[in-house]
């Protein structure tokens, strides 16, 4: 899998199986039906980077202590949720076996 950023490749990478996609298409969901009043939401992976999802967008960071030292700090990438709600169903089809893309996201 290749993206356009070292960071959602490593993102993406953490959720390897339909169960962990199925699951982050349902949060992606779930936040873009939301009032954007709500407050984002916090996925701690595995690997110790963290993914904040919110009404417009989703922040990537790649260290989970830092991001809890300081929640201010710049995010490793920056993209529309709506984008990354269509990259991860991507990702999902290409983990199923439905690899139409070759791979490739960009």
């Not at 982050?24 to 039906?33: A, F």
């Not at 830092?66 to 990259?87: M, Q």
Request: with cysteine.
């Amino acid at each position: 899998m290749s993206s356009i950023s070292p960071s959602l490749n490593a993102i993406l990478f953490e959720f390897s199986s339909l169960t962990s996609c199925d699951s982050l298409i349902r949060t992606t969901g779930l936040v873009l039906d939301s009032s954007p009043q709500l407050e984002d939401v916090l996925i701690f992976t595995q690997g110790l980077q963290v993914i904040k999802i919110g009404y417009s967008e989703t922040k990537l960071y790649h260290d989970e202590n830092k991001y809890d030292a300081n929640p201010n700090i710049a995010a490793a990438y920056t993209l529309p949720t709506t984008d990354f709600r269509e990259i991860v169903k991507v990702w999902r089809n290409f983990v199923k076996g439905d690899d139409a893309n070759g791979g490739l996201l960009t």
